[in-house]
């Protein structure tokens, strides 16, 4: 049973353009479902609509969101406003801009104690004061009293963290998390969040563009590509063999130890701009194996293998056309299958990620929730 | 705190960093009153003055000579060689006519009144209106922009901001022409103009009051929602909305105390300037402050009241500065006065 | 000859500006990314409606501003002489408004003057009677006909006046992408029409005190107001600029020197300066009245020199914003990077700092215009504004703010006044918006 069910979402701006389109995946309790994608590809804008925050001028066109059995977009404002920080949380890509400067750290827990959990004054505080502790702030009683400009990034992020959790949620939506820290403090905070994940059971849908975060916390994957996903899998399938082209070039693109000394390889071209593809693949452009079919025909969703899906031509034959939604897996591949040492891979695309700081999820049997 | 000076600058860094503003305050004053000195006293000669007070006719050098001693305008300008030691600077007309001020000694109007008197009796009129048209105004501008902003993005706000740009492109002079003669002539609510102090006051002050807050709406209004929209872009507002806050929550607890930053901005600085009152309003209500004070100089050519009134406006510019800078302390954390 | 043209100082400047600003669009034209705010601009139907106004009144002000004195007949001598009256070219279109003067105050299209005077008839009975009017509705024989032929002059000019507008319409409909636009030429075509028809035969904003035809006197405004409008940028911009960059970009003792004269500029309430120096600039225009030639040209040297004062008590704020841009500039990477290829400060400067500050300069000169229009007003009713021989629509008000206590009230000059005024203002902040909007990069254009 998922706790997150997205079915055929579309989010455009007023004029039109279609900034998140036709994308379905779900996500299961405790699970960690990675939206993978490079800038301006529609996966902030995707989480933005699950909490139905999409800013001015850009709107859900249709598509439907069950969350836990809910119809998000069926609910009124206010019963959204419940979900909101009560069942699913989101902390933001800019610790250092996401947290109100002029408010101290413990009143912005407090708030959504007050709204979720009905806490005021002392039981407040005194909650407050435990949620930073879990997040590992030290001096958790000083802390609290504080105002954000005092924190370190990394520091902010915890708060943000914690005032996430603060609503005890089932979801926790983390945009960018680690973008904008320090390497080491990336690791740390990634650490934190897949220990809070093992403790709490909480689903995860963790949005990157880089290759090595998902690598250390993802559970499954979506590759989203100018508003599509692209390709969805689980990771172990998807480090194994990559189906889609521009998957296959995000890896090739990698530095690594086995190919020290050689230039880095680019992906050529660039995202083409919103809405200006009509007809054929939104990739064809940039795609080595692209043939006349690619730029006419807009590929449809194929189900490759269990649990592995791809948006391209290359498949549809062998896999029958397959017209089958979302590549919900039904059944999961066995995740013992990991082929090749991937935490030995420096895989941020920067390359600078010191292989020590890199924490094995398989370590976490709990966060990993696949004992089926 | 008389004996401890030293511990006083250790205990209290507020009451350290009010001095040295002060103290920084004096090189912009003694600009100021060398600009005005120029302004008055080089581009013209004290003979030039004097021939435009005394009327083109009957000007001889007697009479010049009279005028420029009965004001103290037959010293040298800056240095006085005829006289030794201090004499030299201080026997000047610009040391006579620039130290005063500083301890507020702004000496005698042409109608041989004294200046700071006559400043003291009228900064209660001008307060009397100016005050109230900027507690009213403040309420009701910021107001008017947390509705527009509330309705951001939907006709009513669209109908708000083209409203604003319509009142601001309104000539000043016609709220002031427009509404008295609405008010006064035509419904015979409150006399056009004049003034009483006390409880009698208020049937004067009432109509300036509505007209300077209404000929602000325009500008002001649109000004605050600038400063709200431009907030409510920002990432933390996103963050309290997340949390499940409903958006007048997020409106009035988030982004108002945020938005405070820019609007003291803009707004602290004007306050001690209220003392000064307006020229406009108050010259066309007979209201007996500075503004009028100061237009009726001007009129009248009296270079000394507006040399005075130019030093007092400056001063309490830099107190609003002052001003600003410690309120910041009480709005924004991230600000320590040191 | 029969004319001698007259540049007056305030024509010298207006000349250079349009110089410049010649100058400016015809580099922008060739540069693609200066351009593409400019298309932004051309994109909102409001800003293209707000510059149809916009310039109207520029073509009444620029018309305004071609002067010349005229010879004077009779003379038969070697040498012409001139008439010491500086007229311009727009005086000259529209004559008749400017000699057509009456007694005295006359309603808007009205036959008769406002007040009742005392007359003897053919028989020799003094009576008490509206006294016709020497010019406007001469044809008329009563005041019975005067609706009918109001009507019929309206609709006659307003459909010249939408003959003509549909054939500009029809000439520039490719060019122009906005309907709105066309409406608007329409619309005005028609106005202008029925006004310049009216204006024939009728006061059609009646006249002032001294019987001058209101329309005319208005007309007349717009130029003080363009001027004051636009000639003050022409002392406001060199000092902003050179200062404010000078001040972020050197920092150390010039910053401090540069600092301390805005400190001190800006901490004088902005009326009081301005009063001030205008005040000093009285007494030496009124001592040295061997300066001037004309009365014309003293008026138009007071009103250089108000631009000249407003331009030296308005630059601090700008100088400020751009001390403030160039600071965060100079920290950029290309800068440094610039620096640290030993490339020199002017070549940064003119290369780096001042074409990514422009888009302030340019949003804080359309904002400001509409201000200054506005000041001028309330300057010129303090008595520190233009020369009160200088027709402005703060004179205009001044002089009619004194007849609203009469009964039936004289209001037609100061709504004229307040009108034109509203129409210029409106238009102008209309447009300093969009240019705001185009240029500000802090605004983001998604889809666009």
Known sequence: MSLLKVDNLVTRLRNGARIVDDISF???????????????????????????????GVVNASGAVQMDGVALFDLRERDMREMRGGRMAMIFQEPGLSLNPVMTVGRQIAEVLALHHDLKGAAAQQRSIELLDQVGIPDAPRRVREYPFRLSGGMKQRVMIAMALAGSPRLLIADEPTTALDVTIQAQVLQLLRDTQSRTGMAMLLITHDLGVVAENAHRVAVMYAGQIVEQASREQLFARPLHPYTQKLFAALPGAARAGQLLSAISGSVPPLGSIKQGCRFAARCDQAWARCHEQNPEWTAVAEGQGVRCHLYGEEGGGGKGKGGRGKGRSGAAGFPFSLISFPFTLAGRRPASALPDPQRHPAACGRQR | MSGN?????????????????????????????????ALFFVVNTPDDM?????????????????????????????????????????????????????????????????????IATRMGPSLAVALPTFLIGLVVYVSFALLMTLFRATALDMAGVALCVLLMSISGLFYIIGGQFLVSKLWHLVPISGYAGGGEGFKFVVLPIVIGVVGGIGSSSRWYRTIFIEEIGKDYVRTARAKGLSEPRVMFTHVLKNAMIPVLTGVVVVIPLLFMGSLLTESFFGIPGLGSYTIDAINAQDFS??????????????AGLILTDVSYTMVDPRVRLS | ?????????????????????????????????????????????????????????????????????????????????????????LDKLVEPLRIHTEKTYSAPLALTLYAKESMTDAQGNILREYPRLQYGGTHLSGASQRVADVVKRALLGALAGLLAGGLLVWIVRRRVEQRAVLVAILVFAVLIGALASLAAAYHVLGTDKVGQDVLYLSLKSIRTGLIIGTVTTLVTLPLALFLGVAAGYFRGWVDDVIQYIYTVLSSIPSVLLIAAAVLMMQVTIDTHPEWFETTAARADLRLVFLCLILGMTSW??????????????????????????????????????????????????????????????????VGVGVDPSMISFGTMINAARLEMGREPMVWWALAAAFGFMLVLVLAANLFADAVRDAFDPRLNRTGS
């Open chain 3, 1 to 89: 000859m029969s004319f001698m043209p007259v540049m007056l100082w305030s024509d010298a400047l207006v000349f250079l500006l349009l110089g410049a600003g010649g100058i400016g669009a015809w580099y922008v034209r060739r540069h693609e990314h200066l351009l593409l705010p400019w298309r932004r601009v051309a994109r909102s139907a409001t800003a293209m409606v707000s510059l149809l106004v916009l310039s109207l009144f520029l073509i009444v002000g620029l018309l305004d501003t071609l002067h010349y004195r005229a010879a004077l007949t009779g003379k038969n001598g070697a040498e012409t002489v001139y008439s010491p009256e500086v007229l311009s070219v």
């Open chain 2, 5 to 37: 000076t030293v511990s006083t600058y250790n205990t209290c860094p507020m009451i350290a960093y009010l001095i040295r503003r002060i103290l920084y305050a004096v090189p912009t004053l003694v600009g100021v009153n060398l600009l005005t000195f």
């Open chain 2, 50 to 118: 004097a021939r435009m007070q005394l009327g083109i006719k009957r000007v001889t050098p007697e009479a010049i000579e009279k005028w420029k001693q009965q004001r103290g305008y037959d010293k040298p300008l800056f240095i006085n060689s005829a006289t030794g030691g201090a004499g030299k600077l201080t026997d000047t007309i610009f040391w006579q006519k620039s130290a005063g001020m500083f301890v507020f000694d702004f000496g005698y109007s042409d109608d041989g009144r004294s200046i700071a008197r006559e």
């Open chain 1, 26 to 56: 779900d996500i299961a309790a405790g699970e960690t479902f990675a939206l993978l994608g490079e800038s301006g590809c529609g996966k902030s804008m995707t989480a933005l609509s699950l909490m139905r925050l999409l800013p001015d």
């Open chain 2, 305 to 318: 009241v507006v040399r005075a009134m130019v030093f007092l406006g400056s001063v309490l510019y830099i």
């Open chain 3, 316 to 381: 601090t704020g700008l100088c400020r914003l751009l001390r403030g841009e160039t600071l965060k500039l100079r920290e950029m990477e290309y800068i440094q990077a610039a620096q640290s290829f030993g490339v020199s400060s002017l070549r940064i400067l003119t290369r780096h700092i001042m074409p990514n500050v422009m888009h302030i300069i340019l949003i804080a000169l359309v904002m400001d215009f509409s201000a200054l229009v506005l000041a001028e007003a309330v300057l010129s009713y």
